[in-house]
Nanobody
Framework: VQLQASGGGLVQTGGSLRLSCAAS????????ISWFRQAPGKEREGIAC????????YYADSVKGRFTISRDNAKNTMYLQMNSLKPEDTAVYYC?????????WGQGTLVTVSS
């Protein structure tokens, strides 16, 4: 069982990145999946989630209007399109099911937004 986030990198303020979360080893399309992030010195927080087949979405206020979550059940993959990035978006980004499963946490992918 694995959820692997990728696509992070260094970007300037106002830039964009697209993260991917590839799932394997479990039935993907009936799970609510979420993006989390953990900034230096802060707790991990959920920022966006997407339901199973109907693909309803939820966003934290901090990312609403700038980030878009989506999923491709045929590819067992979830995405996070991040636009208008700010320095405060700097964090390690993770994906997990909801409610999260501890053993599903991967290494995450680092996003650094320079000012």
């Amino acid at each position: 069982v694995q959820l692997q986030a990728s696509g992070g990198g260094l970007v300037q303020t106002g830039g964009s990145l697209r993260l991917s979360c590839a799932a394997s080893g479990f039935t993907f399309d009936d799970k609510v999946i979420s993006w989390f992030r953990q900034a230096p010195g802060k707790e991990r927080e959920g920022i966006a989630c997407i339901s199973d087949r109907r693909a309803s979405t939820y966003y934290a206020d901090s990312v609403k209007g700038r980030f878009t979550i989506s999923r491709d059940n045929a590819k067992n993959t979830m995405y996070l399109q991040m636009n208008s990035l700010k320095p405060e978006d700097t964090a390690v980004y993770y994906c997990n099911v909801v409610p999260f499963v501890v053993r599903f946490w991967g290494q995450g992918t680092l996003v650094t937004v320079s000012s």
